[in-house]
DNA sequence: TGTTTGGTTAAGCATGCACTTAACTATTCT
DNA sequence: AGAATAGTTAAGTGCATGCTTAACCAAACA
């Protein structure tokens, strides 16, 4: 059973490394196959494939095989999985540096006043 | 001298370990000491200190000491320089399938027709 | 002043990761 | 059929990571 902890793990994991961003990079230009992947790397192939594997585990690539050639995608809804992680947590940060912002406001004015939140 | 490369690979590899994401997560919502992030994670202070370096390594998180307490909190331009790697190939994706969505249409419809992007 | 509290350093250990080479399979080209 | 192409599997190596315990320091408290 993978819990969303082990699915943000997987996803971080592979984008932490340089070679696999420049897979991804590479993807949201176009599908391509493995060996043209692995052409700007200059890493072996078998490595890329490893890459590969670790990508499609964490479902940010997809890819099927035709004839002897094997074409990869990039899932940009897994993608946005990561990116709305870090977006709430900023929110919520952001937010509450709003709120104290406000807070330090009225203190430092020393005067009683309406304390909505501002539009 | 550390290019923008090394930097996304300490960031993604700080956000790939549960723990330093459950640290966040607690920072996202007020600063905090050390030994109060410790906590709820079950696991030695050392090994808190160690995850809180690599938070600061790449930026993520910052601190002070007063007295013999260490507050922490968060950078949220240092998360949204994630975020925005992220968005970018994403965006870049979802346009290539715009053009290529477009491209069928006119193919599937065999008759030439004006070719402007869509609003 | 002695003790607790909060943090820090150092050393060691098990596991995981990125990569390699070698050997093999299956498709396509000549 | 034979050679070249594209990918795949297996095994091994060196280094990084996440964690631990033990020992230590300094501020705050009784």
């Not at 490394?17 to 072996?44: C, K």
């Amino acid at each position: 059973m993978l819990n969303q902890t082990d699915q943000l793990d997987r996803m971080f994991t592979a984008l932490a490394d340089g070679n696999r961003r420049a897979m991804i990079d590479r993807l949201s230009r176009g599908d391509t196959s493995v060996s043209d992947m692995a052409a700007p790397l200059g890493i072996s192939l078998p490595a890329v494939m490893q890459h590969l594997a670790i990508l499609e585990d964490c479902g940010l690539v997809t890819s099927r095989k035709v004839g002897r050639v094997r074409t990869c995608s990039l899932d940009t809804a897994a993608l946005s999985q990561a990116e709305q992680w870090l977006n709430q947590r900023r929110e919520y940060w952001n937010q509450r540096l709003d709120r104290l912002g406000e807070m330090l406001l009225e203190t430092s004015s020393e005067k009683p006043q309406n304390r909505e939140t501002k539009k």
